[in-house]
Each structure stands twice: as structure tokens, then as C-alpha cells.
């Protein structure tokens, strides 16, 4: 708003940085009206909280969203240059191809209850309910508590069965019979080697394309596993060949197989060492679980977004989240390090 004055016309706005939604009419506006570098991004959110920080000296945004903004808070204004905007503003309603009788009764909706004055009507009762003063903690905290069971579940899986087949797979490494090695390299290293994001795309539509209908959740849960378990069979397998050859040959001077020496005496011994790594694997899986917001999975930083969307708040939200996340790490983190204590205090001898 103080710099109402100094972007008032279309030649100001010529030198000003603009931001606008990636991939929006707004965006194709945007930069017809400057010289400069229009400044993309996905969320409307992200786009005002740009705006709020000085980042960007203006958006362009669509009327309805910039009037609620307005609504919420007097930091903004509106330019009063006249863009050279030659539609509406248009919305539509996007379904499948094939739906004759639900493509009729959404028209009859728009037509009935939508276009022209009863639209205003909506909007009018929307702004009116957007300037409620409620409490944010309150009104919001019922996302951020489920957002975070979604987060924690999405861990607790992602790392469980991660070391089901980080297990399998760093036996198979270690293995002398070359096809199992061979498959077990090639598959840790495509999973290193892919983005998290890619994999979780990969997993959510390629189920779809073989038929299968999964889940956004049981996607995520999935491709969260399947990428944690590269990673762990590396701990693993590090671990295990940490362990004194000297442990094994004593094993087997006893009379143990080779698997009961891998059962009963390396891999306790490994898995006492590789215990901090698996923490932090734990505490790395929890993070990245934001990953597959972008699939739909009600998750921590899903929530974060849909309440920076509903209370208009584009930074007190990332703050409550931030918080939220710290206390999971630093909680996971405080009980790692007591359980490992107790795990070596059969290390200390007595002279």
C-alpha cells in the first residue's frame, strides 16, 4: 500500500518485478507489463508472502483473490493503472469427457445458483466470513495436528519397512551369487539416483496405468519405503562389514552356519553401530514426507498450504509448521540417543 503512488500507471509498472502464478493468464500479463524478470511461482500464497517480504514490487493476481487479501489485511493496495486485460474473469469447471448427465447438472448449478447476481451473493458472504477475528491457533490447529499424524505415519512406514528391504538388500550385496548381487546394486543405485519426487509420481500413476487404484496415501507410503530402503541397506551393509572378521571366525569355530553367525553375532553387533544412522534415517524420512503433499497426502506441509490459503496468513503458518517438525526431529532425535546409551552400556569392561 505505501507504494500505491509509485505503481500507478502502466509506465511505472514497465520497471517494476512483477510476480504472478507459474503457468497462468496472469503470468502472460505479467510479462507483457514489465521490462524486468516476472518472478513465477506455484501458490498464491507464496506469491503475496513474495509481495509482503519486498521481494517483488507488485503480483497480478485475479480480482476475486486480490479483494480477499484486501479484506484481511490493510498492508496491500490496488494499482489503479488500467491493464490490458481483453476477458472476464473467466472460472471453469473442469470433469471427464464422458459425463453427459453430470456436465447437465453442474450447468444447471452455474446457471441456477452461479452466473451474474447470485456469483456476487457468494462472494460477498465469503469476504464477510474471511474477516471473522478468530483465534489462529484455534481455528487452524485441528489441521496441523492431522497433517502431522499423516507426517508420522508416512515415517513410521516409510522407515519400518525400509529396513525390511534394506536388510534384504544389503544381504543381497554382500552375496556371492552375482544375479542377486547384480539386482541388488542396480536397484540401490536407480533409487539413489531418481529424485524423491520423481519416484512418487512414478508410484501414484504408474499403479494407475497398470490398473491398479491406489491410494495418494498408500502411493506416498509406498514410494516413501521403497526409497528408504536404498538408503538403509547401505547403513546396513556398512554396518555389517564394520564388524570384526575376527567375530565371525569365532562364530564359526563354535559351530554356528553361516546364517546363524549372521543371525546371532553380526548383525546384533551391526545394528548397535548403525543406530545413529537409522535415526537420522528416521528423522530425513519425516522431512521428506512433504514430498507427497504434491499428490494430494494430507500431510504436514499439505495442511501448512491449505491454511495459508483459508486465513490469507502466508508466513504465520510456515512458523507453526517449523515448530512442529523441530519438536518431532528434536523428540525422535533425545530418544535415539537414550536408547543407544542403554545399547552400549554392555561395551564398558571391568579391569
Known amino acids: 500500500k ?69 479484506t484481511q489485511s490493510d498492508q496491500f493496495a490496488i494499482t489503479k493503472a488500467k491493464l490490458p486485460i481483453t476477458t472476464g474473469n473467466a472460472v471453469s469447471t473442469v470433469m471427464n469427457k464422458n459425463s453427459p448427465v453430470f456436465k447437465e447438472k453442474v450447468d444447471q448449478i452455474l446457471k441456477d445458483q452461479v452466473i451474474g447476481a447470485p456469483l456476487q451473493k457468494w462472494q460477498d458472504k465469503a469476504f464477510k466470513q474471511a474477516v471473522q477475528k478468530d483465534s489462529f491457533i484455534k481455528k487452524y490447529m485441528p489441521y496441523f495436528i492431522k497433517g502431522t499424524e499423516y507426517s508420522v505415519g508416512l515415517a513410521v512406514i516409510g522407515v519400518f519397512f525400509g529396513i525390511i528391504l534394506g536388510v534384504l538388500f544389503a544381504l543381497m550385496k554382500m552375496s556371492t551369487i552375482k544375479p542377486l548381487k547384480w539386482l541388488a546394486v542396480a536397484y540401490i543405485e536407480a533409487i539413489r539416483g ?3 519426487l520423481i519416484q512418487v509420481f512414478l508410484v501414484y500413476f504408474g499403479t494407475q496405468v497398470i490398473g491398479l487404484d491406489v491410494s495418494s496415501f498408500l502411493a506416498g507410503a509406498i514410494a516413501m519405503f521403497l526409497n528408504s530402503a536404498a538408503y538403509v541397506a547401505e547403513i546396513i551393509r556398512s554396518g555389517i562389514q564394520a564388524v570384526p572378521a575376527g567375530q565371525t571366525e569365532a562364530a564359526r569355530s563354535l559351530g554356528f552356519t553361516k546364517n546363524q553367525t549372521m543371525r546371532y553375532m553380526i548383525l546384533p553387533q551391526a545394528i548397535k553401530n548403525i543406530l545413529p544412522a537409522l535415526g537420522n534415517e528416521f528423522v530425513t524420512v519425516i522431512k521428506e514426507g512433504s514430498v507427497v503433499s504434491v499428490i494430494g497426502v494430507g500431510e504436514l506441509t499439505f495442511q501448512t498450504s491449505v491454511v495459508q490459503g483459508a486465513s490469507f496468513k502466508p508466513f504465520l503458518p510456515l512458523i507453526v509448521t517449523a515448530v512442529i517438525y523441530f519438536i518431532l526431529t528434536f523428540g525422535i532425535t533425545r530418544l535415539l540417543n537414550l536408547f543407544e546409551k542403554k545399547l552400549h552400556k554392555s561395551d564398558k569392561s571391568f579391569g
Do not use: F, H
Open 2 to 70: 505505501e507504494n500505491k503512488n509509485k505503481w500507478a500507471t502502466l509506465d511505472q509498472i514497465r520497471e517494476a518485478k512483477l510476480g504472478a502464478q507459474v503457468a497462468s493468464s496472469q503470468s502472460k500479463l505479467a510479462s507483457t507489463l514489465t521490462d524486468k524478470k516476472t518472478v513465477q511461482v506455484k501458490k498464491i500464497t507464496d506469491l503475496v508472502m513474495q509481495l509482503s517480504q519486498k521481494k517483488v514490487d507488485a503480483v497480478v493476481l485475479a480480482q476475486t483473490s486480490a479483494k480477499s487479501y484486501l
Open 194 to 196: 531418481v529424485p524423491l
